[in-house]
C-alpha cells in the first residue's frame, strides 16, 4: 500500500467514522477523495463499507448507507455517468438524515 492510498484511507475513516456530524456541503467538501478515485473506486467504496459497518449505530442508519453504497457499486459496474453515481450516493446519505 502506497503513502497516497494510506492517506485516502485515513480521511475516509474521519469522514465515514462521523458522517453524521456532517452537514452536505462539509460532506460534499470534503469528500473530494471519490471524485478524485475513479481508478479504485470499488475499492474505496468497499473500504467505506468496512467504516460504516464497524460504526453500526443503535438505530442502524449505517445499514441503510451501506445499502447506497451497493446501490452505487452496482450502477458503476453498469458503466452509469461517475460523477453522477458519487452525487447520488451522497446525496441518499445526507437525505436519510435530513
Known sequence: ????QKEIYL???KIFGNID???????LNKIDILYKGE???L????????ILYKNI??????????EYIEDTKQRLQANA?????IDNL?????????
Open 21 to 27: 456530524n456532517y452537514t452536505l456541503l462539509d460532506l
Open 39 to 41: 481508478k479504485n473506486i
Open 81 to 85: 455517468n461517475y460523477n453522477m453515481c
Open 11 to 13: 480521511e475516509l475513516e
Open 57 to 66: 449505530t443503535k438505530d442502524g442508519r449505517n445499514i441503510k448507507y451501506i
Open 1 to 4: 500500500m502506497t503513502e497516497e
Open 43 to 50: 475499492e474505496i467504496l468497499e473500504y467505506i463499507n468496512i
Open 90 to 98: 451522497l446525496l441518499n446519505i445526507w437525505n436519510k438524515d435530513n
